[in-house]
């Protein structure tokens, strides 16, 4: 019986490998393989590159991202709060999650001041 216990996670370990190396193995046996005119080209469409790839964007853009990143953030983080908020035994959760809105909330007041999310 002790051998048997040794031997299920070897086995399973061993089967997983297996079937992981198939899995990417597969592609490299059935996949189709072309050598095409545009096959060394970033985009291999067919379609002849016009343009160069480095394009100047604004920097707003970016920051617009951030503030959005930090709301998705705020969401992420307050959602589990709410669905355990009957478990909580005390206050300072509470408390640690009203100041996190806080300072949230500040920084889009900092935002909105400095018309960071005018899309312009």
């Not at 920084?107 to 400095?114: E, H, N």
């Amino acid at each position: 019986m002790d051998q048997i216990q040794n031997i299920i996670p070897v086995s399973m370990a061993i089967g997983t490998l297996l079937f992981g190396g198939f899995l990417v193995g597969l592609p490299y046996l059935i996949a189709p393989r072309s050598k095409g005119r545009y096959r060394s080209e970033t985009y291999e469409s067919g379609q002849p590159i016009i343009g160069e790839a480095w394009v100047q964007v604004r920097a707003h853009y970016y920051i617009y991202a951030l503030v959005f990143m930090a709301f998705d953030v705020e969401t992420a983080f307050i959602v589990p709060c709410v669905a355990v908020l009957r478990s909580w035994d005390s206050w300072l959760p509470v408390i640690e999650v009203v100041a996190f809105l806080v300072i949230l909330s500040l920084s889009l007041v900092y935002a909105l001041k400095k018309k960071v999310l005018e899309w312009t």
